[in-house]
């Protein structure tokens, strides 16, 4: 690794405008505008239309990925490496994934970030790169452990603390800025009011508009704090919809009044908050925008809406081009045009770069697209960077790495704030807490899906595992989503050597197999806890459980406070912040907003 100040020298592709345009940590003075315009004005227009691009790229590395990651860069962008992609299209931003092989741990992250500046800055009149990523903590997630992850969104409208929710982003958005990574695709600002909201459901604070918009507000000036962007999502609103936009197009029917007084508050408080950058929806609303396009298409939506009526003049950045709900009316080659002309500013990852790319550059040269409004959106895109501290010194250090991610301070601080959101909401004859005396041979079955970072989990061995360190000898038993008859009878079989049973349920629908697991294995006269480890909305489909906690993700510190619950080291905290309604009765509520037992 070349010394910090060899690190700091490939910065000398800034031109001279830019180093004397910003004062040292990014805060621009007055009249820093006038000065990014004279920087603009000496960008091609290649260099412009690059400036407004977000894309993925395969590797580790920005100069030497692997060689299936450099196929994959050659098969779906034209080019090997990260830094050749950079040469190429003159990309504003890239956004990590864990599938791409960006984030294996944090010091490779840092020295990816690194690279993509130095690959940048290395170009004519070279820019700093927006590096972002998806890290909303709970079930999405794209940097694991060792890094610090919180629970989710859900889990803390359950804890209904503002103080937590920006100290999440604090702490978060430091971890995230030591890495190299300014810009978090988060929090999510949608009220989820739909049971069936494939989608959204728990990256949501909850279904109160007015808790959802105070946890949002405060979870953006804790990255705000740390010196990250952060974006609220997904305008105006995806909460209430039963179609998932990565595979269909969801039409939204709330009336405007209904949208004024549900979705937008939490956008309003976002805007109040000073977020960074705020994300489009790929949804229709036909009482906001009739034309049946989506809302990354609507000018109507993102001007006449978030720019006029809400008064944002921050970066808007798509949702993912590549997702099916807005690419279902136009081809790939109209979408970025489109969503530049309704007032975008950044087009997060097209499907082909080159097809978006030449369509921008095309649509400029033609007339359609004038110069002047894509320099609008390279001067928020810089505004951004400079506030940001990137157009100072856009590298970091490894030795911040080791002193800022994954400390036992913050692991210590996500583990407490975790223990406030766990939830009891069903506890006949006081069965919980279990007593390692009364109940020492626990049994630990259930669903085990795939960890959002790829480093946690699986859930039932991480609840065995837990509940062992508390004085039980728990034995962890993996009977999935959807278990089997062969996979029941085995779980059934094994609860017979147990003195209790814990099961970890899924999104448990009225058909789900999973039915029939808890039935028979209440059936054994065992006494069976049952924890939510996704949505909590489960609790409805199996009333017959008599101790019930929603954790309301599978992640190592959501579950292992869940089992601190059921110990009784913890007293549960947690309250609902979505209604549980009877399943064969949608108008009948079985738990309220802020239902929550105690010991």
Do not use: C
């Given at each position: 690794m070349p010394s910090r100040r060899t690190v700091l020298a490939a910065g000398a592709g800034l031109t001279t405008a830019l180093a004397t345009a910003f004062t040292l940590g990014g805060t621009a003075h007055a009249g820093a505008d006038r000065r990014l315009r004279a920087v603009i004005s000496r960008m091609t227009l290649e260099e412009k239309v690059g400036q407004v691009f977000v894309t993925r790229v395969y590797g580790h590395s920005a100069t030497a990925p692997d060689q299936a990651d450099a196929d994959a860069n050659l098969a779906e962008l034209g080019v090997r490496t990260a830094a050749e992609l950079i040469a190429r299209y003159r990309v504003g931003g890239i956004i990590y994934f864990t599938w791409a092989h960006?984030?294996?741990?944090?010091?490779?992250?840092?020295?990816?970030?690194?690279?993509?500046?130095?690959?940048?800055?290395?170009?004519?009149?070279?820019?700093?790169?927006?590096?972002?990523?998806?890290?909303?903590?709970?079930?999405?997630?794209?940097?694991?452990?060792?890094?610090?992850?919180?629970?989710?969104?859900?889990?803390?409208?359950?804890?209904?603390?503002?103080?937590?929710?920006?100290?999440?982003?604090?702490?978060?958005?430091?971890?995230?800025?030591?890495?190299?990574?300014?810009?978090?695709?988060?929090?999510?600002?949608?009220?989820?009011?739909?049971?069936?909201?494939?989608?959204?459901?728990?990256?949501?604070?909850?279904?109160?508009?007015?808790?959802?918009?105070?946890?949002?507000?405060?979870?953006?000036?804790?990255?705000?704090?740390?010196?990250?962007?952060?974006?609220?999502?997904?305008?105006?609103?995806?909460?209430?919809?039963?179609?998932?936009?990565?595979?269909?197009?969801?039409?939204?029917?709330?009336?405007?009044?209904?949208?004024?007084?549900?979705?937008?508050?939490?956008?309003?408080?976002?805007?109040?908050?000073?977020?960074?950058?705020?994300?489009?929806?790929?949804?229709?609303?036909?009482?906001?925008?009739?034309?049946?396009?989506?809302?990354?298409?609507?000018?109507?939506?993102?001007?006449?809406?978030?720019?006029?009526?809400?008064?944002?003049?921050?970066?808007?950045?798509?949702?993912?081009?590549?997702?099916?709900?807005?690419?279902?009316?136009?081809?790939?080659?109209?979408?970025?045009?489109?969503?530049?002309?309704?007032?975008?500013?950044?087009?997060?990852?097209?499907?082909?770069?080159?097809?978006?790319?030449?369509?921008?550059?095309?649509?400029?040269?033609?007339?359609?697209?004038?110069?002047?409004?894509?320099?609008?959106?390279?001067?928020?895109?810089?505004?951004?960077?400079?506030?940001?501290?990137?157009?100072?010194?856009?590298?970091?250090?490894?030795?911040?790495?080791?002193?800022?991610?994954?400390t036992k301070a913050h692991l210590a601080t996500a583990d407490g704030i975790a223990e406030r959101t766990t939830t009891l909401l069903v506890n006949e004859g006081s069965l919980l807490p279990l007593s390692p005396l009364a109940h020492r041979r626990l049994l630990v079955v259930g669903a085990d899906p795939a960890s959002p970072s790829g480093t946690t989990g699986p859930p039932t061995g991480v609840l065995a595992a837990a509940l062992t360190e508390l004085g039980f000898a728990a034995t962890a038993l993996s009977t999935g989503t959807a278990p089997s008859a062969e996979t029941i009878a085995r779980a059934v079989t094994a609860a017979g050597e147990a003195d209790a049973v814990v099961v970890g349920t899924y999104n448990v629908s009225a058909t789900s197999p999973q039915k029939t697991l808890v039935g028979q294995l209440l059936a054994t006269g065992r006494p069976v806890v049952a924890v939510a480890v996704r949505n909590p909305y489960d609790v409805a489909q199996l009333p017959s459980v008599k101790a019930y906690l929603a954790s309301y993700s599978w992640t190592d510190v959501e579950l292992r406070a869940a089992a601190r619950v059921i110990a009784g080291a913890v007293e549960p905290q947690g309250r609902l912040p979505v209604p549980l309604q009877r399943p064969d009765d949608p108008a009948s509520v079985l738990y309220p907003i802020g239902h929550g037992l105690t010991y």
């Open positions: 960006n984030t294996r741990d944090p010091l490779q992250i840092a020295d990816l970030s690194n690279g993509l500046q130095r690959a940048s800055l290395g170009q004519p009149r070279g820019l700093p790169v927006l590096v972002s990523t998806d890290q909303e903590h709970g079930i999405v997630a794209r940097v694991g452990e060792p890094a610090t992850l919180f629970p989710g969104a859900m889990a803390i409208g359950a804890g209904g603390s503002r103080a937590d929710a920006r100290t999440l982003g604090r702490v978060a958005g430091g971890e995230l800025r030591a890495m190299g990574v300014r810009q978090d695709y988060s929090p999510v600002a949608d009220v989820n009011v739909n049971p069936a909201n494939p989608v959204i459901g728990v990256r949501s604070f909850g279904a109160d508009p007015e808790a959802v918009a105070e946890l949002a507000a405060a979870e953006i000036r804790g990255y705000r704090a740390a010196g990250v962007a952060a974006t609220a999502k997904h305008f105006p609103g995806h909460g209430d919809t039963a179609v998932d936009s990565h595979y269909g197009f969801p039409v939204i029917t709330h009336t405007r009044e209904v949208w004024e007084a549900l979705d937008a508050v939490p956008f309003r408080a976002a805007i109040a908050a000073g977020v960074d950058s705020i994300m489009t929806a790929h949804i229709l609303v036909p009482a906001l925008d009739d034309s049946g396009d989506p809302a990354t298409l609507s000018r109507p939506v993102v001007t006449g809406l978030l720019r006029e009526k809400l008064g944002y003049d921050g970066v808007v950045v798509t949702d993912a081009l590549d997702m099916a709900g807005v690419r279902t009316k136009y081809g790939d080659d109209r979408v970025p045009v489109l969503a530049l002309k309704a007032g975008v500013d950044q087009l997060l990852n097209p499907p082909k770069l080159d097809v978006a790319w030449n369509a921008v550059l095309r649509a400029v040269r033609d007339g359609e697209l004038t110069e002047a409004r894509l320099e609008e959106s390279v001067l928020r895109i810089l505004r951004l960077k400079d506030r940001l501290g990137l157009l100072a010194d856009p590298y970091v250090s490894r030795d911040r790495v080791g002193r800022t991610v994954g």
